[in-house]
């Protein structure tokens, strides 16, 4: 397949010239700060929790190893808050805060006359619109959405979302910003529920728990079907390069058999609400699905972060390079 050839946008921010804060110092902001840091970025995590303060330049550095670019580690630093940074020198600032949309409005508000007129503000939120986030601010033009995906680090996606008053070409700033990080962006232009990828994946979720309602699959064998058959191929192609390669005239007849018998539920399938309703939410409270103990937690997160490596092993001649050439 011929590859996607990328243009860069005549004025954007690089990120080996760049300044990058990160607010909010968890396990999605110390792994975004790992895909900044790699990148070349000089990046600063703002945490205000002692606690947690005290660990992200462990995680950071840990994630860079992951990766082989423990070399990168120097650009960062940690600060307790909003004061201790000189915001004239910051080019792009990253939210990952908790998910509620009265904290995250009150940052941007304290961002909006803190930082540079040409800085772009982002949020990682995956709950909110950027469109509420920015409600009544005046930075609405430079605010978007930039969602990472868990691991963030080891997830090389990331959404870069339009809010209804984004300015387009702070979205392609943006855009190629993440992309010299090493990252694959996609742009969102509209800021719908979800974003894109969220959207098509709760799509596979609604007709995976509506088969296990209707007892036609065990759980263990639904996540067999999508891992060994059908997401096995999506690390090589797309559902939409898919039926290129498969015919469209039989993707064609066999939607027209299949979709009238999907589900089409509104609400939550039975399984996955009894759950939630239960307490059982997977491995933070020991049980979802499966049973989970401390040593089973420990070893699956083992080898969930090694396949994904080796997915990114595969991948890595199709993913965007590191640094300046990738405006190329």
Same mark, same amino acid.
């Given at each position: 397949?011929?590859?996607?050839?990328?243009?860069?946008?005549?004025?954007?921010?690089?990120?080996?010239?760049?300044?990058?804060?990160?607010?909010?110092?968890?396990?999605?902001?110390?792994?975004?700060?790992?895909?900044?840091?790699?990148?070349?970025?000089?990046?600063?995590?703002?945490?205000?929790?002692?606690?947690?303060?005290?660990? $992200?330049?462990? =995680? *950071?550095?840990?994630? !860079?190893?992951?990766?082989? @670019?423990?070399?990168?580690?120097?650009? +960062?630093?940690?600060?307790?808050?909003?004061?201790?940074?000189?915001?004239?020198?910051?080019?792009?600032?990253?939210?990952?805060?908790?998910?509620?949309?009265?904290?995250?409005?009150?940052?941007?508000?304290?961002?909006?006359?803190?930082?540079?007129?040409?800085?772009?503000?982002?949020?990682?939120?995956?709950?909110?619109?950027?469109?509420?986030?920015?409600?009544?601010?005046?930075?609405?033009?430079?605010?978007?959405?930039?969602?990472?995906?868990?691991?963030?680090?080891?997830?090389?996606?990331?959404?870069?979302?339009?809010?209804?008053?984004?300015?387009?070409?702070?979205?392609?700033?943006?855009?190629?910003?993440?992309?010299?990080?090493?990252? $694959?962006?996609? =742009? *969102?232009?509209?800021? !719908?529920?979800?974003?894109? @990828?969220?959207?098509?994946?709760?799509? +596979?979720?609604?007709?995976?728990?509506?088969?296990?309602?209707?007892?036609?699959?065990?759980?263990?064998?639904?996540?067999?079907?999508?891992?060994?058959?059908?997401?096995?191929?999506?690390?090589?192609?797309?559902?939409?390069?898919?039926?290129?390669?498969?015919?469209?005239?039989?993707?064609?007849?066999?939607?027209?058999?299949?979709?009238?018998?999907?589900?089409?539920?509104?609400?939550?399938?039975?399984?996955?609400?009894?759950?939630?309703?239960?307490?059982?939410?997977?491995?933070?409270?020991?049980?979802?699905?499966?049973?989970?103990?401390?040593?089973?937690?420990?070893?699956?997160?083992?080898?969930?972060?090694?396949?994904?490596?080796?997915?990114?092993?595969? =991948?890595?001649?199709?993913?965007?390079?590191?640094?300046? @050439?990738?405006?190329?």
């Amino acid at each position: 397949m011929e590859q996607t050839t990328f243009s860069a946008p005549k004025h954007f921010f690089r990120p080996s010239h760049s300044h990058a804060v990160v607010v909010g110092g968890g396990t999605m902001g110390a792994d975004v700060a790992v895909v900044l840091c790699r990148g070349g970025c000089k990046t600063t995590v703002i945490e205000s929790n002692s606690d947690r303060a005290a660990k $992200v330049s462990e =995680l *950071v550095l840990n994630g !860079l190893n992951q990766l082989d @670019a423990a070399q990168h580690f120097e650009k +960062l630093s940690v600060a307790s808050s909003l004061d201790d940074i000189n915001w004239t020198s910051v080019d792009v600032m990253i939210e990952c805060i908790p998910e509620r949309l009265d904290i995250k409005q009150a940052l941007f508000k304290q961002l909006e006359q803190k930082t540079r007129k040409d800085t772009l503000l982002a949020s990682n939120s995956s709950s909110f619109p950027i469109t509420a986030i920015a409600e009544g601010l005046q930075t609405q033009d430079r605010m978007l959405g930039l969602h990472f995906f868990m691991p963030a680090h080891l997830t090389p996606l990331v959404e870069v979302v339009c809010g209804e008053a984004s300015n387009m070409e702070c979205a392609e700033n943006l855009y190629a910003f993440m992309r010299q990080c090493g990252m $694959v962006p996609v =742009l *969102v232009k509209k800021d !719908l529920p979800g974003f894109l @990828a969220n959207r098509l994946q709760h799509a +596979l979720a609604r007709e995976a728990f509506a088969l296990i309602d209707a007892g036609i699959a065990s759980p263990k064998d639904v996540d067999a079907a999508v891992r060994f058959g059908f997401g096995f191929r999506f690390l090589a192609a797309g559902p939409v390069l898919q039926r290129d390669h498969a015919g469209l005239e039989v993707h064609c007849a066999a939607g027209a058999t299949m979709y009238p018998s999907l589900a089409a539920n509104k609400e939550p399938s039975q399984c996955l609400s009894q759950k939630v309703a239960e307490g059982k939410f997977g491995m933070k409270t020991g049980e979802g699905f499966f049973k989970w103990t401390p040593e089973s937690i420990a070893q699956e997160k083992q080898r969930y972060q090694k396949t994904l490596l080796a997915g990114l092993e595969i =991948l890595k001649n199709e993913l965007p390079p590191i640094g300046d @050439a990738a405006e190329q």
